[in-house]
C-alpha cells in the first residue's frame, strides 16, 4: 500500500452543505431610500400594473417620476412589472408588452424601436451556486435598438442584444447576441440572421443592404 500519496477528497468524503440561514445581501444598494422603495411597490407598482388604465402616457409620466429615462412615445401595455423605475432607461418609440417583467435589482437599458412583447422577463439578479450561503449577484441588461424580444422569452444577467437582435417566442437568452442575430430555444443558440426591407419609389419593398443594416454579410450559422 502506498501511503506515501495523499488522495484527494471525493464528494463522499466531505459533507456538502447550502446554508440560506448564512445569506448576506446587506451590500447590496438598490439607488434610492426605503420610503421611496416603499412608495413604488404599494403606490406606483399597483397604478402601473392596473389593467383599467389602458394610457401609455400615464406610465410614461408615472416612471419618470420615479426616476426612470422613457423617451418619446413609448408604450407601455397594463400588466407590465418594474422592479426598480430609477435603474431603467427606454428610448424612444420602444413597446413593452402585456404582462413583461423588468426585475431590474441592476440597470436595464433598452433602446429606441425595441419590441419586448407579452410575458418576456429580463432578470438582472442571480446568485452563486457555488458558495453555500447563495449569494446575490447582479448584473445589468442592456437592448440595442430595434431588437425584438418575444413573448415569454426570459434574459439572463448579464446579456447584451445586439443592434436590431431577436430573441424567439419562449427563447431563454444566457448568452450575449450581436448585431441582426436571432437566437431561439432553451438554452438559446443562433438560428438566423435578420433581413430588414424597405420601401422602393414604386412603393414595393426590397432587401436592404448589408451596409444599410450595419452588420456583416455572412451565412447563419449556430455556434
Known amino acids: 500500500m502506498d501511503i506515501g500519496r495523499a488522495q484527494a477528497p471525493t464528494c463522499r468524503d466531505t459533507k456538502l452543505e447550502v446554508d440560506l440561514a448564512a445569506y448576506d445581501n446587506s451590500w447590496y444598494r438598490p439607488g434610492r431610500p426605503l420610503w421611496m422603495q416603499a ?97 446575490l449577484r447582479v448584473q445589468e441588461i442592456a437592448v440595442g435598438d430595434r431588437a425584438w424580444i418575444g413573448a415569454k422569452a426570459i434574459i439572463c444577467p448579464g446579456i447584451h442584444l445586439g443592434q436590431g437582435a431577436i430573441a424567439a417566442a419562449g427563447s431563454v437568452l444566457t448568452r450575449s447576441v450581436g448585431d441582426y442575430e436571432i437566437y431561439g430555444g432553451n438554452p438559446a443558440s443562433k438560428v438566423s440572421v435578420r433581413t430588414l426591407y424597405k420601401r422602393t419609389a414604386a412603393g414595393c419593398y426590397s432587401p436592404q443592404s448589408t451596409s444599410e443594416l450595419g452588420h456583416p454579410n455572412e451565412t447563419p450559422t449556430s455556434r
Open 39 to 135: 412608495l413604488w411597490f404599494f403606490f406606483g407598482l399597483p397604478l402601473m400594473r392596473c389593467q383599467f388604465i389602458p394610457s401609455s402616457a400615464f406610465r410614461r409620466v408615472l416612471l419618470r417620476a420615479f426616476g426612470a429615462t422613457i423617451g418619446a412615445r413609448v408604450v407601455i401595455k397594463p400588466g407590465v412589472r418594474v422592479k426598480y423605475p430609477w435603474r431603467l432607461r427606454i428610448g424612444d418609440h420602444s413597446w413593452i408588452g402585456e404582462d413583461v417583467w423588468l426585475d431590474n435589482i441592476g440597470n436595464v437599458e433598452i433602446g429606441s424601436h425595441v419590441c419586448i412583447s407579452q410575458g418576456a422577463y429580463l432578470c438582472t439578479g442571480n446568485h452563486d451556486w457555488s458558495d453555500p450561503a447563495f449569494g
